[in-house]
């Protein structure tokens, strides 16, 4: 297993971006699909995305498509979450998590996650 620690996140209004961070301790980090998770308050964790170790699948939840962009750099063992046009209902606890399954997309299919960064979007 990978440890992995989130940050980036923050107060911000609507319409801004943010870019969130997951910084992976491990020598093994290329060999790790990386995932985006968030959970909002008084709701279920959901899935926003993941990137393969070779970035050759990144894909999305339908609901996360155009506003988020997920990228890895594998030097610098993280992976990041890019955000743009936030909206109020983003306001979420962001979770990065690492699996070697193939195109996951369920909680279940992670192994390792961080601990978690708060971003609240107010109108």
């Known amino acids: 297993q990978v440890q992995l620690v989130e940050a980036g996140g923050g107060l911000v209004q609507a319409g801004d971006s943010l870019r969130l961070s997951c910084a992976a301790s491990?020598?093994?980090?290329?060999?790790?699909?990386m995932g985006w998770f968030r959970q909002a308050p008084g709701k279920a964790r959901e899935f926003v995305g993941a990137i393969s170790w070779n970035r050759d699948h990144t894909y999305y939840a339908d609901s996360m498509k155009g506003r988020f962009t997920m990228s890895r750099d594998n030097a610098k063992n993280t992976t990041y979450l890019q955000m743009n046009s936030l909206k109020p209902e983003d306001t979420a606890i962001y979770y990065c998590?690492?699996?070697?399954?193939?195109?996951?997309?369920?909680?279940?299919?992670?192994?390792?996650w961080g601990q978690g960064t708060q971003v609240t979007v107010s109108s």
């Open positions: 491990g020598r093994t980090f290329d060999r790790y699909t």
């Open positions: 998590a690492a699996t070697t399954i193939s195109l996951p997309t369920k909680e279940d299919h992670f192994s390792s």
